[in-house]
């Protein structure tokens, strides 16, 4: 039984078109590792310490990062929360990046090929 007939009978088709040969699906090429590395992503960062700001001045700098930033572990250390969107913010505006706030606790920075569009309220 041949790869046809056999597709027919499992899909009921009987007057399958013949346009549908095998040879006419062409491969995909394979998307190189270097280019697969090249992606912009979305972390989710908590602050709890001044080694969690470190990691996401790294990650801004490198420019492949969008970072989400949750400051709610630093509810009771004001100082340390504005000491480290400080720091984040002088970082954005170093690369020419962007930073807002999305509600009390939770930031979006950005590097420089994406911009936050703020809303007036």
Same mark, same amino acid.
């Given at each position: 039984? %041949? =790869? ?7 899909? &009921? ?5 013949? %346009? ?15 280019? &697969? &590395?090249?992606?912009? %992503? ?8 001044? =080694? ?14 969008? *970072?989400?930033? =949750?400051? #709610?572990?630093?509810?009771?250390? #004001?100082?340390?929360?504005?000491? *480290? ?8 505006? *170093? ?9 009390? =606790?939770?930031?979006? *920075? ?6 936050? %569009?703020?809303?007036?309220?």
């Amino acid at each position: 039984m %041949s =790869n046809k007939s056999w597709l027919n009978k499992l899909l &009921k088709y009987e007057d399958m078109p013949e %346009s549908y040969e095998d040879d006419e699906y062409k491969e995909l090429a394979e998307i190189p590792a270097e280019e &697969k &590395k090249d992606k912009l %992503s979305i972390k989710i960062f908590d602050i709890k310490d001044e =080694n969690h700001v470190n990691e996401i001045l790294d990650k801004l700098r490198e420019g492949k990062t969008i *970072a989400l930033i =949750n400051t #709610s572990y630093l509810k009771d250390d #004001s100082f340390l929360m504005k000491l *480290a969107m400080r720091r984040i913010k002088k970082t954005c505006e *170093a690369i020419d990046g962007d930073v807002a706030g999305l509600s009390e =606790n939770l930031f979006v *920075a950005t590097p420089s090929f994406v911009k936050v %569009s703020k809303r007036e309220v």
